[in-house]
């Protein structure tokens, strides 16, 4: 009996390694392909390689207690292949974890290609039936229209769809570095991010060209229905004149060494690989024409002369109604349909939270090709939160989710009397959580269904 994961993103190659890591044979479905030397290609995508990151290239925060620190922790401790992946191909980044896009995808692609235990296979998967083992759709936002529709058939439920927008990209030696300096938000951190410091002109300038910019043009089947946390820039700027100093362009603990004061807005600049030769533009996704693009970015202080690797672009993402449809094992209420939804199409949002789910559909999919019923991962823990989230949610009301502290189980009622500090509450959480964590793999070991090695996983 064999795994079928469906999906080259992030979901799709975390599942396949730790299947493969787990004793079972995997089939691994993605649809870009090269074609008489030609890439077949989504509208998102550039290459055809494995694990490509088509948005930032921000894991998020590595500060120790915080949420998004949490679920890495745990993913580290049970062995995740990416993540390993993701260290050692890390960039600075201040107190985040970001990752050179280009060598973390090709690290991911060389481990699939050394696993003997992963067969590629190079097409779209339009049916999910006639497979004698666990499937695992990890398809992500680009899910192909035919397979959405096999989805749709399968579960009976529409699915939700939004879109999600890609920020712009420069090249470091065009960004003029007289006019920027270098600092992390409250010094926390290395000073790895170029800061653009905007005077109250300059900004009132700048949004003004912003709102009157032209947008790039529809296709028949958009909606613009977006991301509340993933908004393009000029949506944010249509609230209100000062959102986008609230948002993105907040200048908050960004002093200006310079001057010793804090500029009106700030355009933070975070590096796209090791090399430090591209910038991306923090927060920066739009929907407006390049040759817009260009216009109204070079009115940033510092990138009057930018030259563009990449503009920001707007792409579709489709994910199921997961309260209604899956368990806590990431897999069809129904019982008999051994179907699996792991990355964004699963209802999370974020690189490291479509990694997680990747990672424990492959080991529970792994249970289930030994025989034995798949184990949810402790509830306590960020990575059982967040699919608790998912899979407990308002099915009327759902929207994706990134891993938050809201979504852990709360203090009991004397601790959380007793302390007030935010700080403190949040690592109580994450010792909890990590004690629950460690307690849950232990139990597994004994019961010889580990997690994959974790040296395994960060040697490769």
């Not at 009157?212 to 949506?235: G, R």
């Not at 509830?379 to 099915?395: E, M, N, P, W």
């Amino acid at each position: 009996m064999r795994i079928r994961v469906i999906g080259g993103g992030l979901a799709g190659p975390e599942a396949a390694l730790t299947g493969a890591r787990l004793g079972c044979q995997v089939d691994l479905y993605e649809m870009r392909a090269l074609i008489d030397g030609k890439p077949r290609l989504t509208p998102a995508h550039q290459t055809v390689e494995f694990g490509e990151l088509v948005c930032s290239n921000s894991l998020k925060s590595e500060s120790e207690w915080t949420a998004p620190w949490l679920l890495k922790q745990e993913m580290r401790r049970l062995g995740s292949a990416l993540m390993g992946i993701a260290d050692a191909t890390a960039v600075p980044a201040g107190h985040a974890l970001a990752v050179d896009r280009v060598e973390f995808s090709r690290r991911i692609t060389e481990a699939i290609a050394a696993e003997p235990a992963i067969r590629v296979i190079r097409e779209e998967v339009t049916s999910l039936g006639a497979y004698d083992g666990p499937t695992i759709v990890a398809t992500g936002p680009l899910t192909s229209d035919a397979l959405s529709a096999e989805i749709v058939r399968l579960t009976g439920a529409k699915h939700l769809a939004f879109y999600d927008s890609i920020s712009p990209i420069v090249e470091a030696d065009s960004i003029d570095m007289s006019r920027v300096y270098f600092a992390a938000r409250w010094d926390k951190g290395t000073a790895d991010y170029i800061n653009c410091p905007m005077d109250r002109a300059e900004y009132d300038r700048f949004l003004d060209a912003l709102l009157a910019a032209e947008a790039a043009e529809e296709k028949e089947w958009e909606k613009l229905n977006y991301f509340e946390s993933c908004l393009p820039i000029e949506v944010l700027a249509r609230r209100g004149r000062d959102t986008l100093r609230f948002g993105p362009m907040k200048p908050v603990g960004l002093r200006d060494p310079r001057t010793g004061k804090r500029p009106w807005a700030v355009v933070q600049l975070r590096k796209e690989n090791l090399r430090a030769d591209s910038y991306n533009l923090v927060g920066f996704q739009n929907h407006l024409k390049f040759g817009e693009q260009a216009r109204v970015l070079r009115l940033i202080p510092g990138l009057e002369n930018a030259r563009f690797l990449r503009y920001g672009q707007i792409h579709r993402n489709t994910y199921i109604c997961a309260p209604a449809l899956l368990d806590e094992t990431l897999f069809l209420k129904d019982g008999a349909t051994r179907l699996a939804f792991a990355g964004q199409i699963s209802g999370v949002e974020g690189y490291t939270e479509s990694i997680a789910t990747g990672m424990l559909a492959g080991m529970y999919a792994a249970a289930l090709v030994r025989g034995e019923e798949p184990e949810p991962v402790p509830r306590a823990t960020a990575l059982g939160s967040l699919v608790h989230y998912i899979t407990h949610a308002d099915a009327m009301n759902f929207e994706p989710a990134n891993i938050t502290f809201d979504l852990l189980p709360p203090l009991d009622e004397e601790t959380r009397r007793k302390i007030r500090d935010k700080k403190e509450r949040h690592r109580l959480q994450c010792e909890r959580a990590l004690a629950a964590l460690d307690a849950w793999r232990a139990a597994r070991e004994r019961l010889g269904a580990a997690a994959p090695d974790s040296e395994h996983a960060l040697r490769s």
